[in-house]
């Protein structure tokens, strides 16, 4: 796309208000950014209904062309590629969509228009249950289709357990964010999204400088969404992001899934409502997901997915890992006789295990195996 219509369809988003739905109506009426600009004191022949303040806002562009070319300016400098709506790169299951994006900023190496696209959303203060439902649906979805890209919004609990287990699984994964691409949040998330850029990437329609405030992440939402053939949500209270997606993707006409959890267990009550109210498609395991969507699956021989699972690993680290998977949640001196490790040397290693989001410490100092 020419750096012309990267550079208008910045100013037109700004000139807009950020109202997503009114900036693709002018661009579609007009076929570019640029040729809004050049009829722009005539957006009344352009959309009928175009409020006098919309008609009086859109005469005087300085501003935002300003800002237009400081976008420009750090796009180019960190690499960061502009799809524009009529990108061929842009996103075409997005495109479909009433209030979609007319410009998008994207660092990464995923193509964002692959066959298969799945978004795993929730809570962001997920349990133990819900993580190892999304390490166990990855994992077996591996095996079933080995090419599927995994979006989510980098956010606390379901999302950046999704994000994480996809990079182990060999996925590609996708971060939707609801700020722009000079900064990480939360930032506790950098060193994953660092690793997504290699093996995905981060994805967000808006420019520097603007904060992660709250209206953004509901807006960020229909992105996600936007994106996918399927919207599976983990883990949720009654109220939050994932069921707010859930709602955006059923508008969309796209296919939603909730995993059921116990009556007594609060960050299930949103699942088992939407399940309970025919919103979503009950589903337990991956082969439920791929055979109730239609997906073509893959079969692939166990053993050689068991060798992509922990690719890095020491010997020593993985005979911790091994002795988590024939007997989880131990405590530290129990793995320690098991392994015959020192308890230094152990305290070390789990940390690195940690880091590598394979395992993490419950209450009560037993070391849980997240797979």
Same mark, same amino acid.
């Given at each position: 796309?020419?750096? +012309?219509?990267?550079?208008?369809?910045?100013?037109?988003?700004?000139?807009?208000?950020?109202?997503?739905?009114?900036?693709?109506?002018?661009?579609?009426?007009?076929?570019?950014?640029?040729?809004?600009?050049?009829?722009?004191?005539?957006?009344?022949?352009?959309?009928?209904?175009?409020?006098?303040?919309?008609?009086?806002?859109?005469?005087?562009?300085?501003?935002?062309?300003?800002?237009?070319?400081? +976008?420009?300016?750090?796009?180019?400098?960190?690499?960061?590629?502009?799809?524009?709506?009529?990108?061929?790169?842009?996103?075409?299951?997005?495109?479909?969509?009433?209030?979609?994006?007319?410009?998008?900023?994207?660092?990464?190496?995923?193509?964002?228009?692959?066959?298969?696209?799945?978004?795993?959303?929730?809570?962001?203060?997920?349990?133990?249950?819900?993580?190892?439902?999304?390490?166990?649906?990855?994992?077996?979805?591996?095996?079933?289709?080995?090419?599927?890209?995994?979006?989510?919004?980098?956010?606390?609990?379901?999302?950046?357990?999704?994000?994480?287990?996809?990079?182990?699984?060999?996925?590609?994964?996708?971060?939707?964010?609801?700020?722009?691409?000079?900064?990480?949040?939360?930032?506790?998330?950098?060193?994953?999204? $660092?690793?997504?850029?290699?093996?995905?990437?981060?994805?967000? +329609?808006?420019?520097?400088?603007?904060?992660?405030?709250?209206?953004?992440?509901?807006?960020?939402?229909?992105?996600?969404?936007?994106?996918?053939?399927?919207?599976?949500?983990?883990?949720?209270?009654?109220?939050?992001?994932?069921?707010?997606?859930?709602?955006?993707?059923?508008?969309?006409?796209?296919?939603?899934?909730?995993?059921?959890?116990?009556?007594?267990?609060?960050?299930?009550?949103?699942?088992?409502?939407?399940?309970?109210?025919?919103?979503?498609?009950?589903?337990?395991?991956?082969?439920?997901?791929? +055979?109730?969507?239609?997906?073509?699956?893959?079969?692939?021989?166990?053993?050689?997915?068991?060798?992509?699972?922990?690719?890095?690993?020491?010997?020593?680290?993985?005979?911790?890992?091994?002795?988590?998977?024939?007997?989880?949640?131990?405590?530290?001196? $129990?793995?320690?006789?098991?392994?015959?490790?020192?308890?230094?040397?152990?305290?070390?290693?789990?940390?690195?295990?940690?880091?590598?989001?394979?395992?993490?410490?419950?209450?009560?100092?037993?070391?849980?195996?997240?797979?």
């Amino acid at each position: 796309m020419s750096g +012309e219509e990267i550079y208008y369809s910045i100013a037109l988003t700004r000139m807009t208000g950020f109202n997503a739905s009114i900036a693709l109506r002018l661009y579609q009426a007009m076929g570019s950014s640029q040729a809004v600009y050049d009829n722009r004191l005539a957006i009344g022949d352009i959309l009928a209904d175009a409020s006098p303040r919309l008609r009086e806002a859109m005469q005087h562009w300085d501003d935002a062309l300003r800002r237009a070319a400081a +976008e420009m300016d750090f796009i180019t400098k960190n690499d960061i590629r502009a799809l524009t709506f009529n990108d061929d790169d842009y996103p075409q299951r997005l495109r479909s969509c009433t209030d979609a994006p007319i410009i998008l900023f994207y660092k990464g190496s995923a193509s964002l228009n692959q066959s298969y696209i799945l978004n795993m959303v929730g809570t962001r203060h997920c349990t133990s249950y819900g993580q190892d439902l999304v390490t166990h649906f990855l994992r077996d979805l591996r095996q079933l289709c080995p090419k599927v890209l995994v979006v989510s919004g980098l956010a606390y609990g379901i999302d950046i357990c999704a994000h994480r287990q996809a990079l182990l699984q060999g996925y590609e994964t996708v971060g939707v964010l609801a700020h722009g691409l000079d900064q990480i949040y939360p930032t506790a998330h950098r060193s994953t999204a $660092v690793e997504m850029l290699r093996q995905g990437g981060l994805l967000t +329609e808006y420019m520097t400088q603007t904060q992660p405030v709250a209206n953004n992440f509901r807006q960020r939402n229909r992105i996600i969404a936007g994106l996918s053939d399927a919207t599976i949500l983990v883990e949720s209270a009654y109220k939050g992001g994932g069921l707010i997606t859930c709602r955006i993707a059923q508008e969309y006409g796209r296919d939603v899934f909730a995993f059921p959890g116990a009556v007594s267990m609060p960050y299930s009550a949103g699942c088992n409502l939407m399940i309970r109210n025919n919103t979503a498609a009950l589903i337990t395991s991956a082969q439920d997901f791929v +055979e109730s969507i239609g997906w073509q699956t893959q079969q692939q021989k166990p053993e050689a997915i068991e060798r992509e699972l922990f690719p890095n690993l020491t010997t020593e680290e993985q005979q911790v890992v091994s002795l988590l998977q024939q007997t989880n949640d131990l405590q530290l001196n $129990v793995i320690s006789i098991k392994t015959n490790l020192p308890i230094g040397q152990l305290t070390a290693l789990l940390f690195q295990l940690e880091m590598k989001g394979l395992v993490k410490q419950l209450a009560g100092g037993n070391y849980h195996l997240i797979y």
